[in-house]
């Protein structure tokens, strides 16, 4: 009879933990379920069984569980070795992917609570002030947190005031795991079993001909009672009758009525579904082909289709063939302000069987997604996500699709685990045996040079749909524009005329700016001085709208300042420009029209993209100003002219992938324009026209760009040639990270020789008072990676047992872009 279990905790620790169970805890424990554990001297930790067995530790004595918290598996066998895979392939740890793949109110966290002692005997004149608020509070109530008492007495540390009253045993400590899921409960209406024959009914609204109000509620009830067989929401009565709830709870206390309570899903489908049949031009038709024919041999295909060529069809006729095997489908999307425009498309296919998770929805809404993927037998379902939906716990899975896959939002970056939901999508879906289609309308080199040679299956759509002609591109040179005085704040007359055009025509313009606030430098006229962050490396950014100067790292902020903080003049100006300063100089140049602004400061909220894309959508704003959210695969029908203010920033980036990345974002963005019947137009304002990247992106020479970013990557040696592992060092003490930083350096290139680059400062070298510094090793294609991790964690062993450097951290990125 296996006696013990190894157990995941939620903690950045490289083991699992073995514990003890009893004879029938073994009966009943299968992997997967979460049991409470205790852990070092007294914290309790919510763990999730990865083994059963009996083989005893030989460190330690293992302790016995606490307690059982699942009745079924909350995690599949699947998902856990998803997560090993995970934890190996980007060097974090198991606890940290635990974290990560569930729902927060999964992982319980134990609470210390007080109470009174029962026969607790004292003289209150022997309290303390403080220790009698305690007690006082603690007759009124039966238990308090440690949290509740912190702000009862407005103190930080409590723990010696409640030592002292347990000493004189008026009060106890104990432990408790409280749930953090609540399900919503919905209030429902009946009436009373006595009202139900005919007869009854009558005789009750003749009693009620003169309370009006309560005769109407009544009223209200039966036609609602005829018209479905539902249950009758007692807010939705309430509305309907136009009254207040005082009236139906006199109706309950007279026993008219009987209030009951129903669990409901706070993610349920409310809508119709309006559409059922997909119909492809030829070229879709044809896509779909080369789709069929790749996915016979191989698991992986990269759909290559122009922007509004009708991707998203193709995936709803394969996500429907899914469906109908009686399987799973995972819909990936880079971002949020995706998702709100195609939940609309796939429910009016599928309806309820859409299931939405990211990290914009409540705590309770993901655990209800999370237990809806849970519970196979209730039918095949479509998951469409953000990144993090690659950890719910498919049973079926059978196709996954990663639309926008050069994305670099698909990347996570902190807290660990640093994955690729694109690269980890692959994986998932070879666990299930499943099929991966990649759509983009500018694949990321390393897909594109996976397609080419023959990984992955290759599918192309090359015409927009409807025979609508590509947009066509102009180069506006400012620079040139500046000298013969032609500029209007930020607006070339080119914009000023293309955006005059399309206004007089009733048509929507969208217009991108890399970059949010106001602007990013104030800067003296005087003496030069720039306000910068007291924690980070960095200038403040002034933010108009709340006349603030702000940290984008950390957060810390300031008033706007008059005069100068270094030599006093007042005169001051600002440097470049944000989305904040386009939309204030266009409500100046065109007070007639709306103009909306999408960046992070305008999304904040949970439905904040829903608001101002459905603004956009319903015509109630003229011109769109926003940040690269704009350029991801949304769907405007009404947009005729794009204008990118300003392309070089893209560009002059210090990152490899920069020209790569200008390259995706400008043509996305571009591809917003003229979706319908009238050919768009688009607008780049740049100080170098004739870079080579504008040219490119100017004639949608998509190869041209691949075959010259891929010479380079291999002179310089880059993905797809080398792998790229990242150690960045942290910490508060300047001189410790460059001694830190030097001391792995050296072990690893006494190892890994030439291909170890740095250490080196990145561009923004400390962030919230810490001091960065990197280390890049490039990884050749016919090295062992398994090896050289390996390796890599050896050294970080060897580093962790130097106690000089306690101080320092290491993160290790995998893959970083």
Known sequence: MPNFVDVILPLPLDNRFTYTISEEEAVFLQNGMRVAVPFGK??????????????????????????????????????????????????????????????????????????????AEFNESDLKDDEFLVVEALQNQSSLKIKEVEALLDKKSVLPILNRLMAKDIVVLSQEIYEQYKPKRVKYIKLHESYESEDAMHQLLDELSRAHKQREVVLNYFSLKAKSLKPINAKELQKISGTTASVLKSLVSKNIF??????????????????????????????????KAAFEEKTVCLLHGVTSSGKTEIYLKLIEEVLNEGKQALYLLPEIALTTQLINRLQAYFGDKVLVFHSKYSMNERVEVYQNVLKAGEGPKVVIGARSAIFLPFQQLGLVIIDEEHESSFKQYDPAPRYHARDAAVVLANLFKAKTLMGSATPSLESYYNAVHDKYGFAELSRRFGNVMMPEIEIVDIKEKHRKKRMTGHFSDRLLKEIEESLAEGEQIILFQNRRGFSPILECNTCGHSPQCPNCDVSLTYHSHSNQLR?????????????????????????????????????ALYPDHKIGRMDQDTTRGKHGYEKIITAFEDLEIDILVGTQMLTKGLDFRNVNLVGVMNADNLLNFPDFRAHERSFQLMLQVAGRAGRTKKRGKVLIQSYNPHHQIIQQVSTNDYAGMYKEQLQERYNYKYPPYFRLVRLSLKSRDFSKTNEAADWIAKAMQNVFKQNVLGPEFPPVARIRNEYYKNIMLKIPQNQSLGKTKAVLYKILISFNAISAYRSVRVIVNVDPM
């Open 258 to 291: 009987k209030e009951y309570y129903l669990n409901e899903d706070r993610v349920a489908f409310e809508g119709e579904i309006t559409r059922s049949h997909i119909e492809f031009n030829e070229y879709q038709l044809k896509a779909f082909g080369q789709i």
């Open 42 to 119: 007294s914290k309790v930790y919510t763990g999730i069984i990865a083994e059963v067995h009996n083989r005893a530790p030989e460190v330690y004595e293992a302790k016995p569980i606490n307690q059982i918290l699942d009745e079924t598996p909350l995690v599949t066998q699947n998902q856990l070795e998803f997560w090993k895979w995970i934890a190996s392939y980007y060097m974090c740890t198991e606890g940290e992917v635990m974290r990560a793949a569930l729902p927060g109110a999964f992982i319980l966290e134990s609470e210390h609570i007080v109470q009174l002692q029962k026969e």
């Open 551 to 587: 940290c984008h790292y950390c957060g810390y902020h300031i008033a706007m300042q008059k005069r100068c903080m270094a030599c006093h003049s007042d005169d001051i100006s600002t440097k470049g420009f944000g989305t904040e300063q386009i939309e204030t100089e266009l409500k």
